[in-house]
């Protein structure tokens, strides 16, 4: 019997079996299931709206401050020819309104990051399926930012590339495309885009890199800052200029495509040379100590609001005077400074045979030892008592040999001390000579100096340098230092002297003085000149152009100490820094370089004691002026001197310059319109030049910190008068010759100038002269009896006590 086949169902076969679906049944499922679908969609887009409108969308920031968009400006400090000289505050920015863009960057920024910026809505649709297609299955986005994703991201979100921040962003640029226009967005973009180098905005990067305002870019330039936003490291032209170059052809060839630009405009933006500068306008301007000060007053006046206001300080400094004024101080102490005993290498290292090891150490140790200004820093790699070869970072050799080793003569002996030899290694001071061909060995200087210029009618402040350098030291010289002027102090005094009688005529012995410290009540005071000689009787003209120390402290018992001390607050002196003793006829009160020369711009100007002036203008970002200094008028409410006076010591600090002490003024600088006075302190520890033109007045300082000895043949005249000359030298280039004019109540008789109220006949003649007395009743120390001796000594210790 055959067997019945095994079923596969586990139920049996029933004659109601359903039958398959038609296609009609099919369609009617699939609607069913597209409906769902979308209902879903639908459903969790409501949802999502929802969350939008009633969480996310009120909660994020309010835009319409943007509307009247100002970023946070640095303090800048400018000159009076708007020259840069400073910026202070952690981002560099300079705010330009969109009506100020050139066209061609806003052509170029268009090309590199948004060519439909002006037709689509704030978010590119396609760019963020294109950007999220490429990054399914990643943790992170990339791209698809439009113009107006990047402001809302840079003004108001982080950096991070999360989906959530993406929708946050997306909803921040609907939300500014709402409430803000196309130009305005565009400008915040244009100020608030981080471009590398601390600069913020394109104004901020063309100085920084073109050193250019942004209103002279080329279509080159443009191209290259348009590049530098999508990676302003990787795209900067100093840095990277390799890659910099590659990104800026690709703006360039996006510009032609898009039709901002021709063909052979394109052409020649490729091959346009770049004259990058890789710093901003007036950094090679050495105003560092002007700067400080302002900085200070600035941040006394407004707080710490002065960093981010974006305060623009326009100074009375002239940026090529302080140039001068700057390479002419620091010149002056290197050649000082290579008068002085060579302290040895700033620091020694070991040089490997290596080829590329070798230029590796040099690079780390010249890394590590910053050029100083025109002191550049340098690597030994031969080293003889005839020739020394250096190397710079560039890796060029520069051999030093002659006379321009001789600064450093000691430590190139064979038997010079370890401290001190110079050797293969040895990491050392060069600086270019004059012929802008051959290098000079030498050392920093432990030496500073100070040099301060204004106008003497005006008291606005030309040229001010503080100090060798700033960024080692950031002691103000000019205004900070507390330093006797020696002799350059005695002019103030002469001035007192004329009004007692005492004429350029007047004779006065210059012949030696001692006091014991019995008799002075402290210590023993015996008075030198500076030559160590006495030359008997002098007019008090040739006197004051000789610096014959004796023959001032004759005069100062003329005019008495009490009465000297009260004249001299008339040209700003403090009286407490000038105590009425002998010392001061020769300057052993306290000054500063500053406070000199508005003293001798006293002279200058006619007897005017004028205030001086550093800051012009203040004005905000805005351009709105906050502080408008006035112009001086000299007239009697600052006249503290008579314009006679002012005349007659002129003439005696003219004589000076042209055959005195100071005569290397008139000789090298060809003019006879000059007028100063040297100044050596005790123990030469202070060197000074103090003097003028009608106008311009400037005084120099030169010393150390702590007060020691500068030579015993160092001088005023030695080493702060050339200082003085190379800075007029340029101060003055074309000013005519203006010799002051002749005031009323001064008359000319036997080649010299009396007041008309004191001729000839009524001054004081002589003083210690002939048969021991005189017209005022002084004492000559060589023919008086010693009975008249004796009076002139009570006398002068009479005054040493008062």
């Given amino acids: 019997m055959p067997k019945k086949p095994l079923s596969t169902s586990p139920h049996p076969k029933s004659s109601g079996a359903a039958k398959p679906p038609t296609g009609f049944g099919v369609l009617v499922r699939g609607l069913l299931w597209l409906f769902g679908l979308v209902s879903a969609g639908v459903l969790a887009a409501a949802i999502g709206i929802a969350f939008v409108l009633t969480v996310a969308f009120p909660n994020l920031p309010d835009v319409s401050e943007l509307a009247n968009y100002r970023p946070k400006l640095p303090l800048r400090v400018y000159s009076a020819d708007q020259v840069l000289l400073a910026e202070f505050g952690e981002e560099r920015r300079q705010f330009v309104p969109i009506a100020e863009i050139p066209k061609v960057l806003t052509q170029a920024i268009l090309a590199a990051e948004d060519a439909n910026f002006y037709q689509h809505g704030g978010v590119d649709m396609k760019g963020i399926a294109r950007a999220l297609l490429a990054n399914l299955g990643r943790s992170k986005s990339q791209g698809a930012s439009t113009i107006s994703m990047q ?105 032609r495509d898009l039709g901002y630009i021709t063909e052979q405009q394109a052409v020649e933006a490729k091959i346009e040379k770049l004259g990058i500068k890789g710093a ?11 700067s400080e000060m302002v900085r200070q007053v600035m941040v006394d006046q407004y707080g710490a609001d002065a960093y981010t206001r974006g305060l623009d300080v326009t100074t009375t400094i002239n940026a090529k ?28 290292i070991d040089l490997p045979k290596d080829p590329d090891a070798r230029a590796e150490a040099i690079d780390d140790a010249l890394s590590e030892t910053p050029d100083n200004g025109n002191l550049l820093a340098a690597v030994v790699v031969k080293a003889s008592p005839s020739a020394v070869t250096v190397v710079r970072n560039d890796g060029e050799e520069i051999i030093i040999k002659g006379n321009d080793l001789s600064s450093v003569e000691s430590g190139l002996k064979s038997n010079a001390q370890p401290k001190i030899r110079i050797r293969p290694g040895s990491v050392v001071r060069i600086v270019l000579n004059d012929d802008g061909k051959t290098w000079t060995l030498t050392q920093t200087p432990e030496v500073e100096g100070g040099l301060v210029s204004m106008h003497p009618r005006t008291g606005e402040i030309t040229a001010l340098v503080g100090g060798f350098d700033f960024s080692k030291n950031k002691f103000n010289h000019v205004t900070q230092s507390i330093r006797q002027p020696g002799s350059s102090f005695k002019p103030f005094i002469y001035s007192a002297a004329i009004e007692k009688g005492i004429t350029p005529t007047t004779i006065v012995n210059d012949a030696p003085l001692f006091f014991s410290a019995e008799e002075t009540g402290s210590e023993a005071w015996e008075p030198q000149n500076y030559d160590d000689k006495f030359d008997g009787p002098l007019t008090v003209r040739r006197a004051l152009a000789l610096s014959k120390n004796m023959v001032s402290i004759r005069v100062l018992q003329v005019v008495g100490t009490q009465n000297a001390q009260k004249w001299v607050t008339r040209f700003g002196f403090e009286a407490a820094k000038h105590p009425p003793y002998l010392t001061m006829a020769l300057g052993a009160g306290s000054v500063n370089p500053l406070q000199m020369v508005v003293g001798y711009s006293v002279f200058a100007n006619g007897g005017h004691l004028v205030s001086p002036k550093l800051i012009r203008t203040i004005r905000d970002q805005r351009k709105r002026v906050l502080f408008q200094a006035t112009d001086t008028t000299l007239d009697s409410s600052n006249q503290v001197i008579s314009a ?159």
């Avoid at 901003?280 to 002007?290: D, Q, S």
């Avoid at 002056?332 to 700033?346: D, K, M, N």
């Avoid at 030695?718 to 005519?736: F, H, K």
């Fill in 151 to 255: 402001v809302a991201r840079n003004v108001y979100l982080t950096a991070e590339k999360t989906y959530t921040r993406k929708i946050y962003e997306v909803l921040m640029t609907f939300k500014l495309e709402h409430e803000l226009s196309k130009d305005q967005i565009l400008q915040i973009y244009m100020n608030q885009i981080y471009l590398g180098r601390r600069a913020y905005g394109f104004g901020a990067a063309s100085q920084t890199y073109f050193n250019k305002p942004l209103r002279d870019i080329t279509i080159a330039e443009a191209a290259m800052l348009a590049g530098l936003p999508k990676a302003p490291s990787a795209y900067n032209p100093v840095r990277n200029p390799r890659r910099a170059q590659i990104r800026q052809h690709y703006v360039i060839d996006r510009m």
């Fill in 280 to 290: 901003p306008k007036g950094e090679n301007i050495h105003a560092e100590y002007v």
């Fill in 321 to 348: 005077e302080q140039t001068a004024a700057y390479e002419a101080l620091r010149k002056g102490l290197i050649t000082y400074e290579s008068r002085q005993h060579y302290r040895g290498p700033e620091k020694n």
């Fill in 644 to 802: 006679r006076n002012a005349f007659m010591v002129g003439d005696l600090l003219n004589e000076v310059a042209r055959s005195g002490t100071g005569a290397r003024a008139q000789r090298e600088l060809k003019r006879p319109d000059l007028f100063g006075k040297t100044g050596t302190t005790n123990d030469s520890q202070d060197a000074w030049f103090v003097g003028y033109q009608p106008s311009r007045a400037a005084a120099v300082w030169v010393g150390y910190d702590n007060p020691r000895k500068l030579g015993s043949r160092e001088t005023g005249g030695g080493l702060s008068l050339p200082i003085w000359i190379d800075y007029m030298r340029l101060a003055l280039e074309g000013t005519p010759i203006q010799m002051p004019v002749v005031p009323t109540g001064i008359f000319s008789s036997g080649g010299d100038w009396y007041f008309s109220d004191m001729g000839p006949d009524r001054s004081i003649r002589s003083l210690g002269m002939q048969d021991g007395t005189d017209g005022y009743g002084a004492i000559n120390k060589e023919t008086a009896p010693e009975s008249e001796r004796a009076t002139e000594r009570s006398t002068i210790l009479n005054l040493f006590r008062n």
